[in-house]
């Protein structure tokens, strides 16, 4: 039986833990936290723009089974807000027991409460890694999903300091990249200004702290637009945005609400006093994170340098997802890498060769072009995404933007990936 690892259970661990089990390896997945998700803890939209494109794209490639879940735990459909149409809205306070509920179907053992410390290496290979309970779990393959957000330490450097969010690095213990403990040089995404690391872009209010008008619209339709008064507006930190998808005038113009559940506030932080003075909001809170007032997490702090197999380059039997493989941002961008990285290390382990995503489909497309752009200091200086920004513009040019199902179907059909996931290799 081929043993696959994974490390990290964001949206990038879980989706590489599902396909590599449905390739037919027996699966582990390890997170340091008592639930899974990660970040995706706090995030909840996707179907935006290009992502419409990349979900169905990984549905007709037998990949979709966490775009089901998500669609149908999905609080809005097909709205529209600044900049971006046709997004869905998860319901981040409900989705992460769904997800596990899907691994579990699949026997993926899942670990919560464990920390990758350490890994045992021979050569450019690695046989085992160590856990902080002293645990040795051996494998085949390794799959690096540990994100790149925080810990405490990169958020004090390189940002505002901890504004205690979701990963909550002082209860599981920070952060620890698996590739970094295999002696490979990671990546430092970089701000506009040439400075280490990017602040996530958006925070979570507390629902029941807003006025009932605001709340009751926010349940209708999804979205509130509160204009700002100049006084207030945040021009300036736009340009640290992790997300700049959203890093465009209206987002400091306006305060943009979304409800995920909680009320999703698409600002990297904002002070609370200031909030306050917004009609509606007198009473606002932070839900996450807790000091959004001052600050948000810091990401893209330890990227693996790895080519489009997402192969981590130095180690023969380390692949990587999400986060960890590019500067990219999103839930969706995290699945589609997730995918491919889980597939990939089963076909390693049986000695096939590697599954490369053509370019002429959207996912295979923006893989290839992301690690292009990275090898560029300009290139580390932007985030990627379907959903915005450089990216969506090139799927635009390229023609590869879509929402017609069929379409997307046909593509897939035509490069004979129908169904790839769905197969068992082993
Ligand atoms: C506040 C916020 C809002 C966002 N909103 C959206 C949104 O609305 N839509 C969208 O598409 N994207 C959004 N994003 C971006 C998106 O969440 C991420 O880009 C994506 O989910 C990253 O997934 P990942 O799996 O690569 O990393 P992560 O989500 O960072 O997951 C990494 C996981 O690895 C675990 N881990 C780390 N080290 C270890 C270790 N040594 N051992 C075991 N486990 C470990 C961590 O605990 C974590 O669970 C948001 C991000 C933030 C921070």
Redesign the pocket.
């Known amino acids: 039986m081929v043993k696959v690892v994974v490390?990290?259970?964001?949206?990038?661990?879980?989706a590489a833990a599902l396909s590599a089990a449905k390739a037919g390896a027996d699966v582990m997945l390890?997170?340091?936290?008592d639930?899974?998700?990660?970040?995706?803890?706090?995030?909840?939209?996707?179907r935006?723009n290009g992502?419409y494109t990349a979900a169905e794209e990984s549905i007709a490639m037998g990949g979709g089974d966490l775009f089901v879940v998500m669609d149908a735990n999905s609080r809005h459909r097909g709205i529209s807000f600044p900049g971006h149409n046709h997004a869905s809205?998860y319901d981040v306070t409900t989705m992460e027991p769904l997800v596990k509920k899907v691994l579990q179907n699949y026997n993926i053992e899942i670990k919560t409460k464990?920390?990758?410390?350490d890994v045992i290496k021979y050569g450019k290979i690695i046989k085992s890694i160590v856990?902080d309970d002293d645990t040795v779990v051996h494998g085949d393959a390794f799959i690096d999903?540990?994100?790149?957000?925080g810990p405490m330490g990169n958020c004090l450097t390189y940002g505002n300091g901890c504004a205690m969010?979701?990963?909550r690095c002082p209860a599981?213990?920070?952060?620890?990249?698996?590739t970094a403990k295999a002696e490979v040089k990671e990546i430092m995404g970089r701000k506009a200004d040439g400075s280490y690391g990017a602040m996530?872009?958006?925070?979570?209010l507390n629902k029941d702290s807003l006025s009932l008008e605001i709340r009751e619209q926010l349940e209708s339709t999804g979205v509130v637009v509160l204009p700002l008064p100049e006084a207030i507006q945040k021009t300036g930190t736009l340009d640290k945005k992790?997300?700049s998808q959203y890093a465009v005038k209206e987002y400091a113009a306006n305060l943009i609400l979304?409800d995920?559940g909680h009320a999703?506030l698409m600002t990297s932080y904002f002070a609370l006093d200031d909030l306050r003075t917004i009609p509606g909001l007198e009473r606002a809170r932070y839900e996450?994170?807790y000091a959004g007032g001052l600050g948000?997490?810091m990401?893209y702090l330890g990227i693996a340098p790895c080519n489009n197999f997402l192969k981590v380059e130095g180690v023969d039997n380390l692949f990587c997802?999400?986060?960890?493989?590019a500067v990219?941002?999103?839930?969706?961008?995290?699945i589609v890498?997730?995918l491919l990285a889980g597939h990939n290390a089963v076909r390693h382990c049986l000695d096939m060769q590697y599954l490369e995503i053509p370019s002429t489909l959207v996912i295979g497309d923006f893989i290839a072009y992301v690690h292009e752009k990275m090898a560029t200091e300009e290139g580390l200086r932007l985030r990627y995404?379907f959903?915005g920004s450089v990216y969506f513009e090139r799927m635009k040019s390229l023609e590869l933007y879509s929402t017609n199902r069929s379409v997307i179907k046909e593509r897939v059909g035509n490069e004979r990936l129908t169904d790839i996931y769905n197969t068992c290799l082993v």
């Open positions: 490390a990290g259970g964001g949206w990038a661990g879980c390890i997170e340091r936290t639930l899974l998700l990660g970040t995706g803890l706090v995030g909840g939209i996707f935006n992502r809205l464990v920390r990758v410390v856990l999903t540990t994100g790149s957000a969010c979701i990963l599981f213990g920070p952060r620890i990249s698996l996530s872009g958006s925070c979570k992790a997300c979304l995920t999703k996450d994170p948000n997490s990401r997802a999400g986060e960890k493989s990219l941002v999103g839930h969706t961008e995290a890498t997730g995404t959903s």
